[in-house]
């Protein structure tokens, strides 16, 4: 009895020295953060006292908690945050708690905070603060610093713009709608590259808390990520409570309960053929396809898969998709180029998709590039008529890949279609000569190079038709949908059949964040006539780049994976070709 006496005095006890410590002498939280972009009260050791409102002490997590003034002694002054981030690994102290430390205050990586802190003393646990009203739209990057560490709610649901980070750090992209290429829906012109910035500006991450990397089971969406639970660009999360947390140079949200996820557009499989159709053409960016030397050896190779496995999955899926899409004709870039033979990448890929498949033979003589554009068939629907051509002089002897050049005609039927399969020279300023530096006008590297060979594909092609055939040209343009090569070519007669049939904002591809389009079929008049249909079938580019074949730390995929087979959607145009 005297024991139990005893222990409850000195509980008593404890109680009374932490209620005359709380409420005592203490610098204000508002105070520590300052209304600048960094503690004005660096070095110096503070005595605070808040509530804490995220717990980030876990294992692998931040190690610290986010404390928060308590809403009647905030200062009311907007230019101040009335929050700061504790590094401790005490263990006093839950989401809710009120409770005083002392601690140093100063910068970590931008984000204010304290450390060495000394002790950590209870004082109540009221609940937490009401969070503040907050949308990234309204309040853009460089004006977030008076709400940083604070716990706010954004109501409207943001919509994912990128999901590169998804599996690698835990993180998505997030933002008030889908961000585009600015170049993607307006004409290049000086300074557009600066809208770049505005939209990284209303950018803001949804993170899970924790430093490391490759997590596993991956956060996101609800549920984790999971090959039939994706999350996929465009999608919505939210309504979102959390803290706004800055990190590594980017603002950020730890958010207190996993959002809500919501499909804005869910995966759909290959369109359909159209029931007029009786010829469907597919053009897609194979990501790289090398087969080491053919034999199982030969890995790495210069670019593409790491390993013979890595290979091998990247070659069953691709060959999944392709099949899905059900095409007559084949048209793709981004194929090793190591010729021809019984061991080449085309000719693995040819006798994956089976035997009625084969492949056009051009010339690569001359050609030195480790890329190259191909062209495959199915030869018990269609048939080659006349040797293959290859366009590489003029604008094509450097940079890009010769566009390869062959003309088909239906097994059963004489009216004929020319396909021009084309790869021009990528956005990267690597290497890039003066004159084809970034000018500043949204269309980055290489620019003038694109529009030189956007006009000899139309100087050269005009001939193609001259017997009034039909003539699609197919591929990576590496141009957006407003920039010159597209402007070029549709003065010269070709019919962007993706924007007629739905519209500029259709992509076919994700940088950073943003979409647009880099893959087209551009038709002639004889060509546009036999057209029914067109399609870019979103099943790369909207999704997460864990199921890439190249991904860190990948998993391991069933071969029948369509999704992210490659990091281009495919095009699609179907046709009706005369019968007689």
């Not at 603060?129 to 109501?155: N, S």
């Not at 008030?176 to 803001?204: F, H, M, S």
């Not at 021809?340 to 690569?364: C, D, E, M, N």
């Not at 924007?499 to 647009?516: C, D, Q, S």
Request: hydrophobic share 35%.
């Amino acid at each position: 009895m005297l024991k139990t006496v005893a222990v409850l005095v000195l509980l008593i006890q404890a109680v009374q020295a932490g209620a005359q410590t709380c409420g005592g002498p203490r610098t204000a939280i508002s105070a520590v953060q300052g209304p600048g972009d960094t503690t004005p009260l660096s070095g110096q050791t503070v005595t605070v006292e808040g509530i804490i409102t995220l717990d980030l002490r876990q294992p692998g997590g931040f190690k610290g908690f986010y404390l928060q003034q308590a809403g009647p002694e905030q200062d009311d002054d907007p230019s101040t945050s009335e929050a700061v981030f504790v590094h401790t690994r005490a263990e006093d102290g839950r989401p809710g708690d009120r409770v005083q430390l002392r601690g140093k205050a100063g910068e970590y990586y931008g984000l204010t905070s304290l450390s060495q802190v000394k002790a950590i003393t209870v004082c109540d646990s009221p609940g937490l603060p009401l969070p503040v009203a907050f949308h990234p739209g309204q309040t853009p990057a460089d004006i977030r610093e008076p709400l940083e560490g604070m716990l706010v709610h954004v109501e409207q649901p943001l919509t994912v713009t990128d999901t590169w980070n998804l599996a690698r750090y835990g993180e998505l992209a997030l933002a008030p709608e889908v961000q585009w290429v600015p170049t993607q829906l307006e004409k290049p012109a000086p300074g557009l590259a600066r809208r770049l910035d505005a939209q990284e500006q209303v950018r803001l991450l949804l993170d899970d808390g924790h430093r490391r990397q490759n997590p596993r089971p991956i956060p996101w969406p609800a549920g984790n990520l999971a090959p039939d639970n994706t999350v996929r660009v465009g999608d919505q999360a939210g309504p979102l409570t959390g803290i706004l947390d800055y990190r590594f140079g980017h603002w950020r949200l730890q958010p207190l309960e996993p959002p809500d996820f919501h499909s804005t557009e869910p995966r759909s499989p290959a369109p359909g053929r159209h029931d007029n159709a009786n010829l469907r053409v597919a053009s897609l960016n194979l990501g790289n396809l090398f087969n080491g030397n053919g034999q199982g050896g030969g890995f790495p190779s210069p670019r593409g898969a790491r390993t013979h496995g890595a290979y091998q999955q990247q070659l069953a899926r691709l060959t999944a998709q392709i099949t899905a899409m059900d095409p007559d004709i084949l048209a793709v870039s981004e194929l090793e180029n190591d010729g021809y033979g019984a061991q080449s990448a085309i000719a693995h890929l040819s006798r994956q998709l089976g035997t009625h498949w084969h492949f056009v033979k051009g010339s690569t003589d001359s050609y030195s590039d480790e890329i190259r554009n191909g062209i495959l068939y199915r030869s018990d629907r269609v048939r080659p008529v006349d040797a293959p051509q290859l366009l590489n002089r003029g604008a094509f002897r450097q940079w890009h890949r010769p566009a390869l050049v062959q003309r088909f005609r239906r097994a059963e039927g004489s009216e004929s279609l020319t396909i021009v399969a084309v790869h021009l020279k990528s956005k990267s300023c690597r290497n890039a000569p003066q004159s084809q530096l970034d000018t500043g006008d949204g269309q980055a590297c290489y620019a003038g190079a694109r529009a030189d060979a956007a006009r000899e594909l139309a100087r050269w092609t005009s001939g193609l038709g001259a017997d009034r055939a039909g003539v699609l040209v197919v591929g990576d343009l590496n141009a957006y949908a407003m920039e010159d090569p597209l402007r070029i070519l549709t003065a010269a007669g070709y019919q962007d059949l993706i924007r007629e049939f739905h519209g500029v904002r259709t992509p076919t591809f994700r940088f950073h964040g943003r979409l647009g389009t880099l893959d087209y079929h551009l038709a002639n008049d004889s060509a546009r006539q036999q057209v029914v249909a067109s399609h870019v079938w979103a099943v790369n580019a909207e999704e997460p780049r864990i199921w890439a074949y190249n991904a860190p730390g990948g998993l391991d995929l069933p071969p029948e994976h369509v999704w992210r087979a490659s990091d281009h959607n495919p095009v699609i145009t179907d046709l009706r070709l005369d019968t007689r």
